[in-house]
């Protein structure tokens, strides 16, 4: 039927050809003498005719089957388009699906989630309600009852306020049984010390109970704070150890450094009378052979994290380039006996300050200007000046065998409070590295470090072994370092005895 159809398509072709045949010219009215010749060609005309339909018939064969193939084609793309068509609706059937699944899921989840956190208000209302039942029945019971019938309540809801933390380190570190060597590795000091301090600041640092919650005890204030100070750990390891928030050792720390600056302070860090320091200037002497010398100088650094506001004036720029690290600090100046105990401190100046200029804004260099040093020497290093009452070493150079004698003696002094600050920051691993604590809070702290460590070397507390701790602080030789000319006659006179006397030693040879 299709190639029926086909060649009906095509029919207007064929006759054109016809046409085409019928339309040659015949030669027969040249002259009837080539009659034969003229059958002749007609007779091959008519062959002509029959080749020509042939081709013809071929020509149109070719047509119709393009044509079929073309359709054929078609045909085909259409059904290769439908199959995809199909496939894509699947899949997007199959991922609409999934997406209202999903959606279900999330409405179901949120809504138990709603239902949760509505359950849980509820709950916390009624707990609530309870606790206020509970203290209305307290403050009942104590005016109708007493004081100790009013305690009992108070114990009762106190789950109710305070989160159920693990105690049980600190309960064995209290035991009577835990071992001494721990207790005092733990805390930097023996049980005994630990209970002197605790009575020194009972006063203080008592806290009553309330009626939600009971106070902490005063020995358990006191270890929150000597052991955040001790191994400097942060703050959410020593809210572990002692069962406490987090919030609350903090708060801990900060008011037992206060109560021990307030308290301990005034006894065990002070400059000695007259009768202690005329001990001092004798073991000094017996060092160094150095007469009337009242203290060891030296100045330290804390690093602290990068300040909010003045940043760089606490940018340690000699740290910093030293360590390849950006370095901010505080300074902490001391003055020592020779037993390593503090008689002075300045705290809290900013890290960019020279040991010169932290020296002039110390409260000793006004004392001292205003004649509370007479007859005595402060040594100090290279990086303070020349002072009526501040001995240093020589400084330039091309130095004679009688300076670098008397230079070696004052590093012998020297030596002294370098070990009395390598010791504080062994001790107080706290001062070792960057701390959370605030600026503005900072001194407070230092100062308790500085008042623990005077206890402790009083008390000859030994020293872990296994503390350790490399003190190293630049040293800026100051623009003008000689400020008093008697001071340098006097320094001359004494390097000159030390020398003539035999005191000066050999390790300058």
Request: proline fraction near 4%.
């Given at each position: 039927?299709?190639?029926?159809?086909?060649?009906?398509?095509?029919?207007?072709?064929?006759?054109?050809?016809?046409?085409?045949?019928?339309?040659?010219?015949?030669?027969?009215?040249?002259?009837?003498?080539?009659?034969g010749g003229g059958?002749?060609?007609?007779?091959?005309?008519?062959?002509?005719?029959?080749?020509?339909?042939?081709?013809?018939?071929?020509?149109?064969?070719?047509?119709?089957?393009?044509?079929?193939?073309?359709?054929?084609?078609?045909?085909?793309?259409?059904?290769?388009?439908?199959?995809?068509?199909?496939?894509?609706?699947?899949?997007?059937?199959?991922?609409?699906?999934?997406?209202?699944?999903?959606?279900?899921?999330?409405?179901?989840?949120?809504?138990?989630?709603?239902?949760?956190?509505?359950?849980?208000?509820?709950?916390?209302?009624?707990?609530?309600?309870?606790?206020?039942?509970?203290?209305?029945?307290?403050?009942?019971?104590?005016?109708?009852?007493?004081?100790?019938?009013?305690?009992?309540?108070?114990?009762?809801?106190?789950?109710?306020?305070?989160?159920?933390?693990?105690?049980?380190?600190?309960?064995?570190?209290?035991h009577p049984d835990?071992?001494?060597?721990?207790?005092?590795?733990?805390?930097?000091?023996?049980?005994?010390?630990?209970?002197?301090?605790?009575?020194?600041?009972?006063?203080?640092?008592?806290?009553?109970?309330?009626?939600?919650?009971?106070?902490?005890?005063?020995?358990?204030?006191?270890?929150?704070?000597?052991?955040?100070?001790?191994?400097?750990?942060?703050?959410?390891?020593?809210?572990?150890?002692?069962?406490?928030?987090?919030?609350?050792?903090?708060?801990?720390?900060?008011?037992?450094?206060?109560?021990?600056k307030t308290v301990?302070?005034?006894?065990?860090?002070?400059?000695?009378?007259?009768?202690?320091?005329?001990?001092?200037?004798?073991?000094?002497?017996?060092?160094?052979?150095?007469?009337?010398?009242?203290?060891?100088?030296?100045?330290?650094?804390?690093?602290?994290?990068?300040?909010?506001?003045?940043?760089?004036?606490?940018?340690?720029?000699?740290?910093?380039?030293?360590?390849?690290?950006?370095?901010?600090?505080?300074?902490?100046?001391?003055?020592?006996?020779?037993?390593?105990?503090?008689?002075?401190?300045?705290?809290?100046?900013?890290?960019?300050?020279?040991?010169?200029?932290?020296?002039?804004?110390?409260?000793?260099?006004?004392?001292?200007?205003?004649?509370?040093?007479?007859?005595?020497?402060?040594?100090?290093?290279?990086?303070?000046?020349?002072?009526?009452?501040?001995?240093?070493?020589?400084?330039?150079?091309?130095?004679?065998?009688?300076?670098?004698?008397?230079?070696?003696?004052?590093?012998?002094?020297?030596?002294?409070?370098?070990?009395?600050?390598?010791?504080?920051?062994?001790?107080?691993?706290?001062?070792?590295?960057?701390?959370?604590?605030?600026?503005?809070?900072?001194?407070?702290?230092?100062?308790?470090?500085?008042?623990?460590?005077?206890?402790?070397?009083?008390?000859?507390?030994?020293?872990?072994?296994?503390?350790?701790?490399?003190?190293?602080?630049?040293?800026?030789?100051?623009?003008?370092?000689?400020?008093?000319?008697?001071?340098?006659?006097?320094?001359?006179?004494?390097?000159?005895?030390?020398?003539?006397?035999?005191?000066?030693?050999?390790?300058?040879?």
């Amino acid at each position: 039927m299709e190639t029926t159809f086909l060649l009906d398509d095509f029919s207007h072709f064929y006759s054109f050809f016809q046409d085409s045949g019928n339309s040659i010219p015949d030669d027969s009215a040249g002259g009837g003498g080539s009659g034969g010749g003229g059958r002749k060609r007609r007779r091959g005309a008519g062959g002509g005719s029959g080749d020509e339909s042939g081709a013809l018939k071929e020509i149109l064969a070719s047509l119709l089957l393009l044509d079929e193939e073309e359709k054929l084609d078609q045909e085909k793309w259409a059904l290769d388009n439908q199959n995809e068509r199909a496939l894509f609706e699947e899949n997007h059937r199959k991922r609409a699906q999934a997406m209202n699944e999903y959606r279900a899921d999330m409405v179901e989840r949120f809504g138990e989630m709603e239902e949760s956190e509505s359950s849980r208000v509820k709950r916390a209302r009624r707990s609530a309600s309870t606790v206020a039942a509970g203290v209305a029945a307290a403050a009942a019971s104590s005016d109708n009852v007493g004081s100790e019938s009013s305690s009992q309540p108070v114990g009762h809801h106190r789950r109710l306020w305070v989160k159920d933390r693990s105690k049980a380190w600190w309960e064995w570190c209290s035991h009577p049984d835990f071992p001494e060597e721990d207790f005092r590795r733990a805390f930097r000091m023996s049980r005994a010390t630990f209970d002197m301090i605790c009575d020194e600041l009972d006063s203080v640092v008592t806290k009553k109970d309330t009626m939600l919650r009971l106070a902490i005890p005063v020995r358990q204030r006191v270890a929150v704070c000597i052991w955040r100070l001790a191994t400097g750990e942060p703050l959410r390891l020593v809210s572990k150890r002692f069962g406490l928030g987090i919030s609350t050792c903090h708060k801990l720390v900060l008011e037992v450094c206060a109560a021990i600056k307030t308290v301990l302070m005034p006894k065990f860090l002070q400059w000695p009378d007259d009768e202690k320091s005329k001990i001092v200037k004798d073991e000094f002497e017996s060092i160094s052979g150095i007469p009337n010398v009242g203290g060891s100088m030296y100045t330290t650094h804390i690093p602290i994290i990068a300040p909010k506001v003045s940043v760089a004036a606490y940018f340690n720029k000699r740290h910093t380039e030293r360590n390849q690290k950006t370095s901010y600090s505080v300074t902490v100046q001391g003055v020592v006996d020779p037993k390593g105990v503090f008689t002075d401190v300045s705290i809290g100046w900013p890290g960019s300050m020279s040991d010169e200029k932290v020296l002039e804004q110390s409260s000793l260099y006004q004392r001292a200007n205003s004649g509370f040093l007479k007859d005595v020497w402060v040594v100090g290093g290279s990086g303070y000046p020349l002072l009526d009452w501040v001995m240093v070493p020589y400084t330039h150079q091309n130095l004679t065998w009688t300076q670098h004698a008397f230079n070696e003696k004052i590093g012998d002094i020297q030596n002294v409070a370098k070990e009395a600050f390598a010791r504080l920051k062994r001790r107080w691993s706290c001062l070792q590295k960057r701390t959370e604590v605030k600026l503005l809070d900072l001194p407070v702290v230092l100062g308790a470090c500085c008042v623990l460590h005077n206890i402790c070397q009083m008390r000859n507390e030994e020293m872990d072994p296994a503390l350790q701790f490399e003190l190293f602080d630049d040293e800026m030789i100051p623009e003008n370092g000689l400020r008093s000319a008697s001071s340098a006659q006097a320094r001359d006179r004494i390097a000159h005895d030390l020398l003539h006397h035999g005191l000066a030693g050999n390790a300058f040879l």
